[in-house]
């Protein structure tokens, strides 16, 4: 997984710091519809 931010608040629906979360956690959150942009499922 690769994020760019130090958080998850602009991209996901979670929020604080990614060195928080384990993997399996930033696996549960959605970073595909951040904000409106619908990205097709792979």
Do not use: C, Y
Not at 12 to 23: C, I, P
């Amino acid at each position: 997984m690769l994020l760019h931010d130090s958080t998850v608040d602009r991209t996901s629906n979670g929020t604080g710091a990614v060195a928080e979360h384990a993997l399996a956690q930033l696996r549960e959150l959605d970073f595909r519809s951040w904000k409106g942009v619908d990205v097709p499922d792979e």
